[in-house]
C-alpha cells in the first residue's frame, strides 16, 4: 500500500497544503528567518571591513561565511519571502533521497504522506520559519545515505564534507565511513570543510574571535536566550536536580553506549540500507543527546530517513513507540491569517518533546541492536512469485533449449 503511487487528487492536496503554510510562513510568519537574517547579517560587516564574529550569534565556523555571501545580495524583505521556500525544497530532497533508498518516490502514499507531514510536523515547520540551517544538514543527511546505499562512498564523502563546512552537524557520522572501511570517502568528508576553513579564515577580520568568543559560547551551550529551547540532557537534567558529576558521568556513559551500539548493529548487518540508517541514526541521536544546546527541530536530521526504513521488515520505525512519541511533535494547524497557537513563549515546555522522541527513537534502536533484530531483517514488499510446478518447468527447458542441427 505504502509504495504504490497515490491518486492525482491525493497529490495535489499534500502539495497544496505545503504550500499554503509556506505562503503563511514567507508573508505572515511570526518570525521572519530570524536565525538566517542573523548570519546575514554577520557576514555582511564584512563589506565594512569588520568581522563575522563580531555578532554574538553567528555560531558557524569560517567555512560556512562562503556560502552565506551569496545571499547578503538579497535585502531582508526578500530573504524573508525567498528563503522559506528554498529550505522547503532542500526538506523535500531529503525526504525524497530517503525514499528512494528504500525504492520508492515522491508519488508513492507513504511520498504523499510525507509532504504532508511537512506541514503539520512541529520541528520541520519550525526550521523552515526560522530560516535555520539545519535544513540543509538534514538533505544532505540523506543524499549521503542514498548515495552510501548504491555503493558510491567518495560521492557521498563529498556531500558530507560540503555539509560539515555549511553547519558541522555530520562529523559523527565519520564513524560510518571508518566502519564500512572508506577511506577515501572518510578522507572527503573531512578534508573539503577543513580546506575551504583554511582559505577562508585568512581572508576574515580577526578570525581568532572564532577561537576566543565563539566556540566557548556554544561550548558553553549558548546563553539564556537559548537555553529554554534546547533538548539535550545537559540542558534538561539540571531542571531536575541533576547536575555537576552525575551529569557528567551520565554524558559519557550515554555517548559509550550511542558509539557500543552503532559499531555492534554495524556488524550485525542484515539489509544495507537499513544498517546505515540506524547506525547513523544511533550516532546522530547520540549525539544530540550528550552535546548541548540540541534545539527542537534537530531530529529532522535524522527522522526521513527512519520514516522511509519503515518499508522494511525489522526496521524500529515499525514500532508503534515510534510513532507514539512523534505524536507531541505535531502542531495545530496554521492558515494564512490566522494563528491558532497562543503566541506565548514556548520554553521549557517545547523543548521537552524533542527530548522525549530522542529517548524513545534511542531506546527502540539500541534495544533492537542488542537483541540482533535487524541481522534477520529483509526488505518488505510482495512475496515471491511461486516456483513452476514439475510439468510446466520440463516444458519451459523444452521450448528453451536450442534445436538440434538438421
Known amino acids: 500500500m505504502l509504495t504504490r503511487r497515490a491518486p492525482w487528487l491525493v497529490l495535489c492536496g499534500a502539495y497544496a497544503l505545503l504550500v499554503q503554510e509556506l505562503v503563511r510562513i514567507s508573508v505572515s510568519g511570526r518570525l521572519h528567518s530570524m536565525d538566517n537574517l542573523l548570519v546575514v547579517d554577520a557576514v555582511r560587516r564584512l563589506s565594512d571591513g569588520g568581522s563575522p564574529y563580531e555578532s554574538a550569534r553567528f555560531l558557524y565556523p569560517p567555512s560556512s561565511v562562503l556560502f552565506a555571501l551569496p545571499l547578503t545580495a538579497l535585502s ?62 538534514a538533505a544532505g543527511m540523506a543524499v549521503a545515505l542514498l548515495l552510501m546505499g548504491r555503493g558510491r562512498w567518495l560521492a557521498a564523502g563529498v556531500v558530507i564534507g560540503v555539509t560539515i563546512a555549511v553547519k558541522p552537524m555530520l562529523v559523527p557520522i565519520g564513524l560510518v565511513f ?20 583554511a582559505v577562508v579564515t585568512p581572508l576574515l577580520p580577526e578570525p581568532g574571535l572564532f577561537f576566543t568568543r565563539t566556540l566557548p559560547f556554544l561550548l558553553g551551550g549558548q546563553d539564556e536566550f ?67 544546546p540540541a534545539f527542537g527541530y534537530y531530529p529532522l536530521v535524522v527522522l526521513p530517513p527512519l520514516v522511509a526504513s ?32 497562543d503566541g506565548g513563549h514556548a520554553g521549557y515546555r517545547q523543548s521537552v518533546k524533542p527530548l522525549a522522541w530522542m529517548v524513545v527513537a534511542g531506546t527502540l534502536l539500541l534495544v533492537r541492536t542488542w537483541r540482533g533484530e535487524p541481522a534477520a531483517s529483509v526488505p518488505a514488499g510482495p512475496e515471491p512469485a511461486a516456483l ?4 510446466v518447468a520440463r516444458e519451459l527447458e523444452r521450448v528453451a533449449a536450442p534445436s538440434s542441427p538438421g
Open 310 to 341: 519503515a518499508l522494511v521488515r525489522g526496521s524500529t520505525a515499525r514500532s508503534v513507540w515510534f510513532w507514539i512519541a512523534l505524536v507531541p511533535l505535531v502542531r495545530p494547524l496554521q492558515f494564512i491569517g490566522v494563528d491558532f497557537l
Open 388 to 391: 513452476p510446478t514439475a510439468p
Open 76 to 137: 531582508d524583505l526578500q530573504l524573508e519571502r525567498l528563503f522559506p521556500w528554498g529550505l522547503a525544497a532542500l526538506l523535500l530532497a531529503g525526504w525524497w533521497a530517503s525514499l528512494r533508498l528504500f525504492g520508492v518516490g515522491l508519488r508513492s502514499w507513504l511520498g504523499v504522506a510525507g509532504v504532508a507531514a511537512f506541514a503539520l510536523f512541529n520541528p520541520a515547520v519550525s526550521v523552515v520559519e526560522l530560516g535555520n540551517w539545519t535544513a540543509p544538514v
Open 226 to 292: 537559548a537555553r529554554p529551547y534546547d533538548s539535550s540532557l545537559p540542558s534538561m537534567l539540571p531542571r531536575i536536580g541533576i547536575d555537576g558529576a552525575p551529569l557528567a558521568v551520565l554524558r559519557a556513559a550515554v555517548l559509550v553506549i550511542a558509539v557500543a551500539t552503532a559499531v555492534w548493529r554495524w556488524r550485525t548487518g542484515g539489509d544495507e540500507r537499513l544498517r546505515l540508517v540506524d547506525t547513523s541514526a544511533i550516532l546522530m541521536i547520540g549525539t544530540f543527546l550528550v552535546s548541548t
Open 178 to 197: 571508518l566502519l564500512a572501511r572508506q577511506w577515501r570517502g572518510l578522507a572527503l568528508a573531512a578534508g573539503i570543510p577543513v580546506a575551504v576553513c
